[in-house]
């Protein structure tokens, strides 16, 4: 079995996914980017577009002048401003604008494709398009949704709330997935709604987008939603490791986007995010290896206190580079209930990696399985890779101990992964199953047999 950690999947969650913009921009046309981002994602969308549009006015003539003032069209259009949406957008065309796939199917311009301005700005952009030097950002098919975690929401209702078509492209918006989360949330009475989309790159779904929605009804809350408290604290960056990594992660991301990364690229401790396989890259693991192991005690405080999330994940992936896995292990794990949930996604990686590097058994089968009802994707993704790396390295005698326990308590929850369109969220779900049964069930329907006749006997 095999954890998937590829470089050819990208989930995306509160972010947006337009096209990286280039390194080094204008200073003032950086912080009023940086201020327009902000009022994004509080959907305040009238500073966004006024923020944007000044800070494509405060950028030389080129790619960032571009994509502000398509940014703004699409937050004023989100504003309900269609004129001044359709005069920015025609600025950022006449500038060279080029993806008209982007334009079509993005959703923060929904209300301009009706105007008669459309298609003369669409036409233009296919036009500038013949002229690029190199294509835009690929657009993605949506090939599947998956609606989890409600009893009153299934995966129709899903896609009528969101408006989605599934085989037409479609393009990430994280303002438009938030209107439509508190529409569900309203509607029908749930206290979570989260909305991911996930990205393949590569390999056998190359070119496809798969979309969950996330959810938690009421009655559920307290099982569910029960986390850490969130930290207060800003303890130190030990050496500034954690700004290290911070500067390491995003040239690795854009690398990877471009395709520049060597076939080989890879880590020297268990877990890896898409290793060191560039010139750019490699001066960072040296120094993780050497400095991780004299300061683990300074990034497991990060873990534990630091109020800003962005840093806790850090030091989740840099605690890999701890001298042993039992070492790696104990420091991350009381840390799976973080409030953030791009921590508990790097908590649960490394776990996962760690886990299937070891031949014996490094967590108790209870913590993981407590993990899998974790009310997002990403989090039970993990949980459940780990939980079948774990089942894997326990002693026979000691997994058919445990093995009417674990039924009751994920059997629904597995069942209902085994039915799923996502394969990264579908599969591991299979294969625990598989483990606790011993039987080799393929469909969602076979497994819900199967589980009924465990807890009917």
């Keep these: 079995m095999r954890f998937v950690m590829a470089l050819g999947v990208v989930a995306l969650g509160a972010g947006c996914a337009h096209a990286p913009k280039p390194a080094d921009p204008d200073e003032e046309a950086q912080q009023l980017s940086a201020e327009a981002e902000q009022a994004y994602d509080a959907l305040d969308f009238n500073r ?4 944007f549009r000044a800070s494509g006015e405060a950028s030389m003539v080129g790619p960032d002048r571009v994509a502000s003032f398509y940014r703004a069209a699409g937050c004023a259009s989100l504003a309900g401003h269609a004129d001044a949406a359709m005069e920015v957008l025609k600025r950022a065309v006449q500038g060279g604008y080029s993806d008209a796939v982007h334009l079509e199917y993005n959703p923060e311009l929904a209300a301009l494709r009706p105007l008669p301005e459309w298609s003369g700005i669409v036409a233009k952009a296919r036009a500038n398009l013949e002229q690029a030097s190199e294509p835009p950002f690929p657009t993605f ?14 995966r129709e209702t899903v896609r009528q709330v969101l408006g989605l078509e599934v085989g037409k492209p479609i393009i990430h918006s994280a303002a438009v997935f938030r209107q439509k989360e508190q529409l569900l949330r309203e509607q029908y009475n749930l206290v979570f709604a989260r ?4 990205l393949f790159f590569a390999e056998e779904f190359k070119g496809s987008a798969f979309v969950v929605v996330d959810m938690v009804d009421a ?4 099982a569910r939603l029960r986390f850490l408290a969130p930290p207060k604290g800003h303890p130190p960056d030990p050496e500034g490791l954690i700004a290290r990594w911070r500067e390491y992660q995003p040239r690795l991301n854009r690398l990877q986007l471009q395709g520049m990364l060597a076939e080989d690229s890879s880590c020297k401790v268990a877990h890896c995010i898409g290793g060191f396989g560039h010139p750019d890259l490699a001066a960072y693991e040296p120094e993780f290896i050497e400095k991780v192991p004299e300061h683990l005690d300074a990034l497991t405080t990060v873990l534990r206190e630091d109020a800003d999330a962005p840093k806790r994940a850090a030091a989740a992936y840099l605690l890999a580079y701890a001298p042993t896995a039992l070492e790696t292990v104990e420091r991350v794990r009381p840390f799976i209930r973080d409030p953030d949930e791009q921590v508990r996604n790097n908590v649960l990686r490394v776990l996962t990696a760690t886990q299937q590097a070891a031949t014996q058994p490094l967590l108790h089968t209870s913590v993981v399985a407590d993990a899998v009802l974790l009310p997002t994707s990403t989090d039970r993704n993990k949980a459940t890779y780990l939980l079948t790396y774990l089942l894997d390295d326990l002693p026979p005698q000691e997994l058919k101990a445990q093995r009417a326990e674990l039924i009751q308590k994920l059997g629904e929850t597995l069942v ?3 039915a799923l369109q996502l394969p990264i969220n579908r ?11 011993g039987e080799k069930y393929e469909t969602a329907g076979e497994w819900r047999a199967w589980l009924a006749r ?4």
């Design 48 to 51: 966004c577009e006024e923020r």
């Design 219 to 222: 009655q559920d809350a307290a």
């Design 427 to 437: 599969d591991p779900a299979v294969l625990v199953l598989k483990q606790l049964s």
């Design 195 to 198: 909305t991911g989309m996930t």
């Design 416 to 418: 209902a992964m085994s």
């Design 141 to 154: 098919i949506l090939t599947g949704i998956d609606a989890f975690g409600s009893r009153r929401v299934d």
């Design 454 to 457: 465990q807890l009917n006997p």
